[in-house]
């Protein structure tokens, strides 16, 4: 795994550094698909649960492939300027959702291999734990960084805070589930797995742009 795994990485990872270093002094705001598959592959080396079921690096393999084929063909280019994004809060909003996104995915991705193994009680709620810290985060810096750049700690009219909004309510009803008396075990681990589609739906794929057929 770690012959293609640290090539690939060190690819993504150059592209990244070289869309940031290109766009500045201006914040390239849809970069985000392109830094989510390195984000998962960045996990995939932290999380070393040798003995734990291989379906999740399955599906955490085929989402990252997936993922990186669409960012590939539909990039999305559109740049703030650098009056709007003079922040370090506008840097760690971006990094802080990334964080928060790769750990929603493992967290779906250990809940289906739970559900596929019956043995529903997999690492899934750790990562969910780590994900919602980091997506908390991404909205107090997206906060900050809305109130330094436009004079308002919310932009309403933008639906990407909405959609951010979503997923925070979404996974902060996941961790309270078990308060309810009625979720087994089972039932947590299906929702959990079901975050994959949320995730991917309400802010992976808002950031493509149309079809870019590269030949």
Do not use: E
């Amino acid at each position: 795994m770690w012959l293609f795994l640290l090539p690939g990485l060190s690819a993504n990872a150059a592209l990244v550094f070289w869309r940031y270093s290109t766009a500045w002094p201006l914040m390239p705001m849809y970069l985000g698909p392109a830094t989510l598959p390195l984000c998962l592959g960045l996990l995939t080396t932290l999380d070393r649960r040798r003995a734990d079921d291989i379906r999740a690096r399955r599906f955490v393999l085929g989402l990252t492939l997936f993922l990186a084929v669409a960012a590939f063909l539909f990039p999305k280019d559109f740049y703030l300027p650098f009056l709007k994004s003079n922040t370090p809060a506008s840097h760690l909003f971006f990094l802080f959702k990334t964080l928060g996104q790769g750990c929603f995915l493992f967290s779906a991705a250990w809940a289906w291999a739970g559900l596929l193994s019956g043995k529903p009680q997999q690492p899934w709620l750790g990562w969910a734990v780590w994900g919602f810290v980091f997506w908390t985060l991404c909205m107090f810096s997206g906060m900050l960084w809305s109130y330094l750049g436009w004079g308002s700690p919310v932009v309403w009219d933008d639906a990407a805070i909405t959609l951010i909004m979503a997923t925070w309510f979404f996974y902060i009803s996941l961790l309270h589930l078990h308060l309810t008396g009625t979720w087994t075990a089972q039932t947590r681990a299906a929702y959990a797995a079901s975050g994959a589609f949320v995730v991917v739906t309400l802010n992976f794929v808002p950031d493509l742009g149309p079809l870019r057929w590269p030949f």
